[in-house]
């Protein structure tokens, strides 16, 4: 049942992971059709289609973690403890931590990318966004890596 919640958890992490990094390139300047390249075509999407995706996988993905928190807790938290990894500890603590302020950015994240948008709008649904980005990256590698130290110590 666990091993299911993981596979769930990460392939809802990885959606999301694609959803916010192709708003948040979106939010970039904007670049003269001439000088089109991959990257500029990569964020070129329409990124207002993207929010509610968001937000709902941001807020699913966050219960899939609640309910593997037990566990990880229970079993994982006290091997890394008896290896002496501690740094896997802290991260694992402010991981926690930005999952909780990305949830609480998430109705101003929302707001600000409803319409009308206004010049102030722009700048806060760039910044929001992009702090967004910022926590859904690293929350996703270090879920990664702590998964993979899980695995080759247990």
């Known amino acids: ?4 919640l993981l596979i769930l958890h990460g ?3 990885v ?3 694609g959803a916010i990094t192709h708003q ?3 939010t970039a300047r904007r670049v003269p059709l ?3 390249s991959f990257v500029t075509r990569f964020r070129s999407v329409g990124a207002a289609g993207y929010t509610n995706a968001i937000v709902i996988l941001f807020i699913i ?3 899939f973690g609640a309910l593997l ?3 990880y807790r229970l079993d994982v938290r006290p091997t890394l403890e008896d290896l002496d990894m501690r740094a896997a500890n802290g991260v694992f603590e402010i991981k926690e931590h930005l999952a909780a302020i990305g949830l609480g950015l998430l109705p101003a994240y929302w707001f600000f990318w409803r319409e009308p948008l206004t010049a102030e709008g722009l700048i806060a649904r760039r910044y929001l966004t992009w702090i967004l980005a910022f926590v859904i990256w690293w929350n996703f590698l270090v ?3 702590l998964n993979n130290i899980r695995g080759l110590f247990q």
């Open 34 to 36: 001439a000088e089109r």
């Open 61 to 63: 993905t966050a219960i």
């Open 24 to 26: 948040a390139f979106s």
């Open 11 to 13: 392939l809802l992490a």
């Open 1 to 4: 049942m666990i091993t299911t």
């Open 15 to 17: 959606a999301l992971l």
């Open 143 to 145: 879920g990664h890596v």
């Open 69 to 71: 928190y037990p566990p």
